[in-house]
């Protein structure tokens, strides 16, 4: 029984670190977890990609529900990320174009993370800057 509670914590423990973690492995080296706007202007030259801060807003802004259900709009938007890590393109992008030019599109990491990788990473794009917006 101990050990079964003991596995049961840890796993719900990874569950919830697991974005997180996937993150920082596959997207970090790119996109930087939180930088404000005028640091962004000041270190445009050395950044590879957008920040996660300033993607996770900006698929908020531009992903318009009708009904503004929310939990609607978190499940198409984490729909969005988990097919974007595998199929970026500039037909898809929602980056501003100023950024696609300056960064380029992003290559695909297909065959790099698992179903429950893409998943995972995707949930934590979107409730990790959950009233946290990009200025
Ligand atoms: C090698 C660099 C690199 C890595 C690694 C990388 N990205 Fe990106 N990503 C970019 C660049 C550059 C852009 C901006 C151009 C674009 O939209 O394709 C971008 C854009 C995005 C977008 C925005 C799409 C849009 O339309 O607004 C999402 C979402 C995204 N990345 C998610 C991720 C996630 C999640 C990971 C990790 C699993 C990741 N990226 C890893 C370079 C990277």
Excluded at 34 to 51: G, N, S, W
Excluded at 85 to 98: A, G, I, R, T, W
Excluded at 105 to 127: F, H, N, T
Aim: hydrophobic share 40%.
């Amino acid at each position: 029984m101990r050990i079964i509670g003991m596995l049961l914590a840890s796993g719900i423990m990874t569950w919830g670190a697991e974005g997180y973690g996937v993150y920082q492995k596959h997207c970090a080296s790119c996109h930087v977890e939180m930088m404000e706007k005028t640091e962004v202007i000041k270190h445009l030259h050395t950044l590879k990609a957008p920040p996660m801060v300033e993607v996770s807003n900006r698929l908020k802004e531009n992903v318009i529900i009708s009904d503004e259900d929310n939990d609607v709009k978190r499940r198409v938007i984490i729909a969005f990320i988990k097919d974007y890590v595998e199929n970026p393109s500039v037909q898809y992008s929602m980056c501003h174009p100023m950024a696609i030019e300056k960064f380029g599109i992003m290559p695909s990491l297909k065959g790099k993370l698992s179903e429950k990788e893409r998943q995972a990473v995707a949930e934590w794009v979107y409730d990790r800057y959950e009233g946290t917006p990009f200025r």
